[in-house]
Every structure is written in structure tokens, then in C-alpha cells.
């Protein structure tokens, strides 16, 4: 692997793909043919851990959390979190209730109490409040694993109750998703924490004091996770750059007749914590969706699916087990051409959109207007927001009116699937990020926006995607998709 120069593109190595379904004249991404362009992956430099934020961001935090929370007329905001939906608690004080579940109280003029069970009450030293005395803590044992000593635990009306719950309280809880009218008519009411910790705020209050403030976190156009600091970009573009790097080890070690297990030890997991699973998929993906290894065989001429995720990034390809499209079953030779071709074009075109002010349903349109449902069957969002989970949420959807801003952390989520050519994949983070914002990065995080300019760079010089200034690629290899697994130093690029 070098290092990124316009010398990264090899001579002769440039095919162009004549087919007049690569949907051409609908943005400057669709006006120029996709190619394949024979590069060597780049390398944008060490990467390292970087300087975790502070106990005045992790402040300010909870303090815009009370400003929302009284907003809304509320007197008290409940924040639940178990082992896999962590990350409202995680922003708010830096606890992930990693084997058990979590409980934060806030309310006006107290200190936030967090309540913890058995096995992270040794894990409060890892929140810069509780270290800085700005987070107070019990434990409440039933949030323990079944069957651990429960004999040392308050009722939880007793500390519900102390810190004011009763009476006229008016009461948010925060679980890790919201639902519409259209889902339940009684969406407002629908909250998803144990029935036990619902029930017992509304027999101290009543049931219609108890709402779902989920939105207060996730809502895709004014949830504050949506709008990132540059210490969530600094640790994003870490797990970005960890997870496009281990991507680039995995497409490398494919071989046919590899177990995907192989496969998988080449991501080079080196501990941090995990988004969700590792998948390695091969043979048929549309009847094992997206399942981790399990001990299968790759064999040239098959598709294959496999992506790496940690917190905060999630990279993902797509592509066939083959050296060329002579390696490709019957009635699929024209993979290139008819499926991942377009699909590349439409995603350039997606990158371009990304920009401050652009409402969500022009991104919508861009890829429904280009991959047709009936050829690329595309049914989820065309991307969406991400942050310390996988998916946030998405501003990205039919009509959307939410425009993109400052602070987004993107994920070009976009999941084309087809019984003739499987799938072709580009799933990579980014942040929109304005001036003011990228000063910050800069300042903050030099190395950081150093990296993601270069990145920008070898999208825009090598791979011809017209990237936005508003724009920082986290991922080492945003932008690049090889269609053959076998070869993957030949990608997609814009011709031009």
C-alpha cells in the first residue's frame, strides 16, 4: 500500500463502460460514464486514538439535554441504555452499561443521577462527570444479570420519588427510538424502556405525564447527536479509518477456497468496540441476508457481502468472487455494465448532494430516479445519519424537508439487491461539516482534517467524484468499490 499521489492511477489501466444505462445528464456525477481505473489503495497516514472529550463538552451536553427538556415542558428526562442501545447514554456522561442496563435522571437544578447495577458500578471512573463530581450514582440492583445479589438496592420509587418524580411531574424518557401516529396512535405514549421502570413513573405521576422524548437525541433534523462536535468527528474518523483499513485487509485476503473466517481474521480487529456484527457473506446473500462468518467457502464465481463496524463507522462492500466478468454465472456477465456501473454513478451524484442546505428528498430522488426499484430493488432509506450506533436516523426519505446541516455524520448506506447480480456496495462515513466547523477540526484535531482533506482529494483527482467543500471522507477508502473481488486494485472512477 503507498501513499496517495496522482501517481496512485497506473498506466493503462483505464476501461470505459459502454452501455447507455449508466444514466447519464441528470447532475455532474450522471454526465460522465463510470470506468474501472486500475490504483493502489491509498494510505492517508498513522492514525491514533484521539483526545476524548472533555468533562465541559460531556457538561454542555446534558445542559442543552435540560434547555430541550424544558423546551418541551418537562420536569425530568429519563435516559435508559442497555448493552446494545447505549449511546444517548454514552453521549450524555460516557457510561455504556456494557453488561447489564442504565438509568439517568435528569431534572432541573439537580445533579444527573445515574442508576447502575452490580458490574458498572466499577465502571463509573470511565464518565468525566462522575470523576469531575458533576455526576452522582446509585445502585440499583434489577439492573443487574438474573440471579446477582439484589439485597443492597433502594425500591425504585423510593429514588424516582427523591428526585422529585410525583405529583405534577411532567416526564421524558429516552429509549432509542420515537414512533410516529402512523406507527401507534398513541405514538407519544410509546415508549420503549422495561415496562417496570414506565410503570413505576406513571403510578408516581399519571399515565399522560409519561411521554416518549427519544426525538430529543435522534430526531434527524434538531436531535443534538446530529450535530457533532469536532471531538465525535476526531473519534468517528478513528473508527472510520480503523474499520476502511480492515475493510482493504479483508478484499485483499479473498481467495478462492477461503473460509470466511480467513476472511474476517484479516480485518485486523484490534479491540475497540464494535457498531454491530461483523458480516462475511457468501453464496447466496439473499437467503442469508446479513450473517456473520460461519465457517463457509469462497468460491470464485460467487457473490460475496461483507462490512466492519465499529462505533461511530460502519464500511461495507458488495462485489463477486471473480478476476474478471468471464468469472460471473450465466446471465450476469454484464454485472459491470447493467448493475454496479449505474449504482457507482448514483452514488457520486449522492456524494455531490451532500451539502449544507440540501434537503433530504433530493437525495432520495437522485438514487430513486437512477436505480429504479424494479432493477436495483433499493427498500431501505439512501443513506442515513449515524453516530455511536450504526443508524441513528435518516433525513433521507420520499418529500423529506429536512435540509442537511452543519455537523452530520453521514453513512452512504445505500443497499441495492438483485437475484441476477447480487449486490454492489460504497458504504462509507462522512461528516458535513461548514467553515466554522472545519476551523474547529483543524484547531482541535489537526491530523484529523488533515487526513480527511487528503481524502477528499484522491476522490476528486483519482476517482473523479465532484466531493463538496462542505464534505470530510472519514473512511481511508471512501469512494472506492472493486466489482471483482479477486482484482481489487481495479475500482470504479468517472471518466473526465
Not at 409519561?210 to 426525538?215: D, H, P, Q
Request: charged share 20%; glycine share 10%; with cysteine.
Amino acid at each position: 500500500m503507498t501513499s496517495f499521489s496522482r501517481r496512485t492511477v497506473l498506466k493503462g489501466s483505464v476501461a470505459p463502460l459502454l452501455s447507455a444505462a449508466l444514466g447519464r445528464g441528470q447532475g455532474s456525477g450522471a454526465a460522465r460514464r463510470p470506468i474501472l481505473k486500475r490504483v493502489n489503495w491509498p494510505s492517508f497516514g498513522p492514525v491514533r486514538h484521539p483526545t476524548p472529550a472533555s468533562q465541559e463538552e460531556f457538561q454542555s451536553r446534558v445542559d442543552r439535554a435540560r434547555q430541550e427538556m424544558l423546551r418541551r415542558g418537562l420536569t425530568h428526562l429519563a435516559v435508559y441504555g442497555d448493552r446494545e442501545h447505549f449511546a444517548n447514554l454514552m453521549y450524555l456522561c460516557n457510561i455504556d452499561p456494557r453488561f447489564e442496563e442504565g438509568l439517568l435522571i435528569l431534572s432541573e437544578g439537580r445533579t444527573p443521577l445515574l442508576l447502575v447495577g452490580n458490574e458498572c458500578w466499577g465502571y463509573l471512573g470511565n464518565s468525566p462527570l462522575w470523576r469531575g463530581k458533576a455526576l452522582r450514582a446509585e445502585r440499583f440492583q434489577p439492573l443487574s444479570l438474573p440471579n446477582e445479589p439484589r439485597n443492597q438496592s433502594r425500591l425504585l420509587r423510593e429514588i424516582l420519588s427523591e428526585e422529585g418524580i410525583a405529583g405534577k411531574a411532567v416526564v421524558g424518557c429516552c429509549g432509542w427510538k420515537y414512533y410516529s401516529d402512523h406507527e401507534d396512535p398513541e405514538g407519544r405514549c410509546a415508549i420503549d424502556a422495561p415496562a417496570y421502570i414506565v410503570d413505576t413513573l406513571r403510578l408516581l405521576t399519571a399515565h399522560d405525564r409519561v411521554s416518549n422524548a427519544t426525538g430529543i437525541f435522534n430526531d434527524p433534523d434538531t436531535g443534538l447527536r446530529t450535530f457533532c462536535s469536532p471531538s465525535e468527528i476526531a473519534y468517528f474518523e478513528f473508527t472510520n479509518t480503523l474499520a476502511s483499513d480492515g475493510m482493504t485487509g479483508m478484499l485483499h485476503a479473498i481467495r478462492d477456497g477461503a473460509l470466511d473466517y480467513d476472511v474476517a481474521r484479516a480485518a485486523g480487529y484490534n479491540g475497540e468496540p464494535l457498531g454491530c456484527h461483523m458480516t462475511v457473506n457468501t453464496g447466496d446473500p439473499l437467503s442469508f441476508g446479513l450473517s456473520s462468518p460461519m465457517g463457509s467457502t469462497v468460491r470464485r464465481g460467487d457473490p460475496l457481502s461483507l462490512n466492519i463496524c465499529y462505533r461511530g463507522s460502519n464500511v461495507c462492500r458488495s462485489g463477486w468472487v471473480a478476476k474478471s466478468a468471464q468469472d460471473l454465472p450465466a446471465g450476469a456477465g454484464d454485472y459491470v455494465e447493467a448493475f454496479a456501473g449505474p449504482y457507482f454513478a448514483a452514488m457520486c451524484e449522492w456524494v455531490r448532494l451532500l451539502q449544507v442546505g440540501q434537503p433530504g428528498a433530493a437525495l432520495n430522488d437522485a438514487i430513486q430516479s437512477r436505480l429504479p426499484f424494479d432493477r436495483f430493488g433499493i427498500s431501505l432509506n439512501p443513506g442515513h445519519l449515524t453516530h455511536l450506533e450504526e443508524w441513528l436516523s435518516s433525513p433521507i426519505f420520499p418529500g423529506s424537508r429536512i435540509r442537511l446541516h452543519s455537523g452530520m455524520a453521514m453513512q452512504s448506506d445505500v443497499i441495492p439487491s438483485s437475484p441476477k447480480y447480487a449486490s454492489s456496495r460504497v458504504e462509507d462515513g462522512y461528516v458535513i461539516a461548514d467553515t466554522a466547523l472545519q476551523a474547529s477540526i483543524k484547531h482541535d484535531y489537526p491530523e484529523c482534517h488533515a487526513r480527511c482533506l487528503k481524502r477528499r482529494e484522491f476522490m476528486r483527482s483519482v476517482l473523479g467524484i465532484d466531493v463538496p467543500d462542505d464534505v470530510l471522507p472519514l473512511a481511508n477508502m471512501a469512494g472506492c468499490i472493486p466489482p471483482f473481488f479477486l482484482d481489487p486494485n481495479l475500482v470504479f472512477a468517472l471518466e473526465g
